[in-house]
């Protein structure tokens, strides 16, 4: 291999495995969303060993994205999930139809730029990028008429825990800016009053 890309390949691993920001210790709580605290993770792919529930349930790799949505709906609803692995990008099943219960996290899976709005506590999926093959997955903290609030955990060392994205309604279809896959929420939530 030549040097030029070693020197890459180990900048990419400091960059995405190391604290870089010395104001915050990994583990430092950032925010809180209905109770549930947000913890700092440091550097994005940074692991810190396995979280389970006292009865052992897996809520996934300590402070990363799927650990705060995995502890949030275990903690503010009891939701625990069939399948317990997976990374951010398999939380979406692209095999499971618009509003039809994705089994392997038995929660209702909506599609992008469909004609159901996110609505506050749905987790929402991102797609993977380039410089993060895992994608990324968050909470619905906010819904507007033009964009909507998430609350997520791990952004990166100077990321931060609450984020505005676009929300697009056009023709009865509504598309979350962001490289959105879609949303996912408990069966039988009824959406919140006007």
């Given at each position: 291999m030549p040097a030029a890309a070693l020197v890459a390949a180990g900048g990419y691993w400091g960059a995405t495995h190391l604290n870089l920001n010395p104001g915050l210790e990994v583990g430092a709580v950032l925010d809180e969303f209905n109770g549930v605290k947000v913890y700092y993770n440091g550097g994005v792919n940074h692991s810190d060993g396995r979280l389970l529930s006292s009865d052992g349930y897996n809520l996934g790799i300590k402070y990363q994205c799927v650990e705060f949505i995995k502890r949030y709906y275990f903690e503010r609803f009891g939701h625990r999930m069939p399948d317990p692995y997976g990374n951010a990008k398999d939380y979406f099943d692209r095999d499971t139809a618009h509003g039809v219960l994705n089994a392997r996290r038995n929660l209702l899976q909506y599609r992008n730029a469909q004609a159901d709005r996110p609505r506050v506590e749905d987790l929402i999926v991102f797609k993977p990028t380039l410089l993060n093959?895992?994608?990324?997955?968050?909470?619905?903290?906010?819904?507007?008429?033009?964009?909507?609030?998430?609350?997520?955990?791990?952004?990166?060392?100077?990321?931060?825990?609450?984020?505005?994205?676009?929300?697009?309604?056009?023709?009865?279809?509504?598309?979350?800016?962001?490289?959105?896959?879609?949303?996912?929420?408990?069966?039988?939530?009824?959406?919140?009053?006007?």
């Open positions: 093959p895992y994608g990324h997955v968050a909470i619905v903290s906010g819904v507007g008429e033009k964009d909507i609030e998430i609350v997520q955990q791990n952004p990166g060392p100077f990321g931060d825990s609450r984020a505005r994205l676009a929300l697009d309604g056009v023709d009865g279809r509504w598309t979350v800016a962001g490289g959105t896959l879609g949303w996912l929420r408990r069966a039988g939530d009824k959406p919140a009053a006007p």
